[in-house]
Antibody, heavy 124, light 110 residues
Framework: QVQLVQSGAEVRKPGASVKVSCKAS????????INWVRQATGEGPEWLGW????????NYAERFQGRLTLTRNASISTAYMELSGLRSDDTAVYFC?????????????????WGKGTAVTVSS | QSVPTQPPSASGTPGQRVSISCSGS????????VNWYQQLPGTAPKLLIYGNNQRPSGVPDRFSGSKSGTSASLAITGLQSEDEADYYCASWTVGLNGQVFGTGTKVTVL
């Protein structure tokens, strides 16, 4: 079935980097953008950025510019999210999500399949 | 970027109707379609409504969405115990070139 499987929990010290993977199966990996969203405990989801797995084109939320890098290895249907310069407030669960984008009479853009999330803890 | 505002909580007894509002701006809801996500404790968000009022396959028809201007709403009719969850509206945002999520509403079934 269609699914996104994420890598396991990570613990990092402040200033370090973390790289989370998201492996797609059950569909053509290059046919859908992948978005990344994070959620701190007790907070709502926060959008980080998206990547087109076919072209590699990316777009990042302004507040993560310079710290966030989204990449992919299409040969193994896997997307990656790397966040550098980690701070304690980067502690959160990070999700990847398959994105449906289509234009009919209106513009549709939504996340239909989500990974289960990867907990990242930043602590000294 | 402004974040769409939702009431922090809503509640109802089984069988009742509950409505959740989502108030945005011209840069998000006012110019793009609205999606709704349901999040059960400890799980990933799940797509509930897309394109303002479309239900993905498998979502019960007791969930419905609507949009007017810069606001949207989600209605749950015939509330059930398994509907107890957090609900988030979301919309593509001009300028951000990405999705913005609402502040979220916790629905409690009394």
């Amino acid at each position: 079935q269609v699914q996104l499987v994420q890598s396991g929990a990570e613990v990092r010290k402040p200033g370090a980097s973390v790289k989370v993977s998201c492996k797609a199966s059950g569909y053509s990996f290059t046919a859908y953008d992948i978005n990344w969203v994070r959620q701190a405990t007790g907070e709502g989801p926060e959008w980080l950025g998206w990547m087109n797995p076919n072209s590699g084109h990316t777009n990042y939320a302004e507040r993560f510019q310079g710290r966030l890098t989204l990449t992919r290895n299409a040969s193994i249907s896997t997307a990656y999210m790397e966040l550098s310069g980690l701070r304690s407030d980067d502690t959160a669960v990070y999700f990847c999500a398959r994105t449906v984008e289509k234009v009919t009479t209106v513009y549709y853009h939504y996340f239909d399949i989500w990974g289960k999330g990867t907990a990242v803890t930043v602590s000294s | 970027q402004s974040v769409p505002t939702q009431p922090p909580s809503a509640s109802g007894t089984p069988g009742q109707r509950v409505s959740i509002s989502c108030s945005g701006s011209s840069s998000n809801i006012g110019s793009n379609t609205v999606n709704w996500y349901q999040q059960l404790p400890g799980t990933a968000p799940k797509l509930l409504i897309y394109g303002n009022n479309q239900r993905p396959s498998g979502v019960p028809d007791r969930f419905s969405g609507s949009k007017s201007g810069t606001s949207a709403s989600l209605a749950i009719t015939g509330l059930q115990s398994e509907d107890e969850a957090d609900y988030y509206c979301a919309s593509w945002t001009v300028g951000l070139n990405g999705q913005v999520f609402g502040t979220g509403t916790k629905v409690t079934v009394l």
